[in-house]
């Protein structure tokens, strides 16, 4: 069973802030997302990654795959009240459905 | 272009009753993903549906059944509830079958509260 660690579990902090969260796991995956839940609704697609090493920004967003595919990164800039919400990372390989990881809840304070 | 619908939203049982969920996906999506998200547990996914074909299937127990329709619009159905099964039922369409990088569109769940 592929399974999917996220740090922090919880992050508090002002706006304008930077922040990383983490997500880890012990095995290889052939590609993995980040979603972004808000209270109510269901999770939002940010971002998928598919080659080891290969970073992705997203306005105040930075998405980096680990190089041997088994980890991800997650920075945000200047973090707003906005971006309040839970961070999800899910992995798949070829064939398989995706697991996700537990989530980081973030709470941005204005 | 609707997004993914599920309903009910909200609904309370009691242990051993059972429950009906329902979700239509995006039109066009021919995929249907069902998970369980409960606090302790974050997203479990239960099955996954292509074409009216079970494609994939999680590690829950004979309780959790699903099905899906010609039109796509798939139902989950869990027998003889426990109070465990208390959670959010995400239901995801996607374009994409079994294709590790496509996007899931998830709907805003359906609520399930066991007393």
């Known amino acids: 069973t592929q399974l999917l660690e996220q740090s922090p579990q919880f992050l508090s902090i002002q706006e304008g802030e930077n922040l990383t969260v983490y997500c880890n796991s012990s095995s290889v995956f052939s590609s993995l997302q980040w979603y972004r839940q808000e209270p109510g609704e269901g999770p939002v697609l940010l971002v998928t990654?598919?080659?080891?090493?290969e970073v992705k920004k997203l306005k105040r967003l930075t998405f980096q795959f680990g190089d041997a595919r088994k980890d991800s990164s997650l920075h945000i800039t200047a973090a707003q009240p906005g971006d309040t919400g839970l961070y999800l990372c899910?992995?798949?390989?070829?064939?398989?459905?995706?697991?996700f990881g537990p989530g980081t809840r973030l709470s941005v304070l204005p | 272009k609707a997004g993914v619908t599920q309903t009910p939203r909200y609904l309370i049982k009691t242990r051993g009753q059972q429950v009906t969920l329902s979700c239509s996906p995006i039109s066009g999506h021919r995929s249907v993903s069902w998970y369980q998200q409960t606090p302790g547990q974050g997203l479990q996914f239960l099955f996954e549906y292509f074409s009216e074909t079970q494609r994939n299937k999680g590690n829950f127990p004979g309780r959790f059944s699903g099905r899906q329709f010609s039109n796509s619009r798939s139902e989950m159905n869990v027998s003889t509830l426990e109070l465990g099964d208390s959670a959010l039922y995400l239901c995801a369409s996607s374009l994409v079958v079994n294709a590790n990088t496509g996007e899931l569109f998830f709907g805003e769940g359906s609520r399930l509260t066991v007393l």
């Open positions: 990654v598919v080659t080891g090493g």
């Open positions: 899910a992995g798949a390989n070829y064939g398989q459905n995706f697991v």
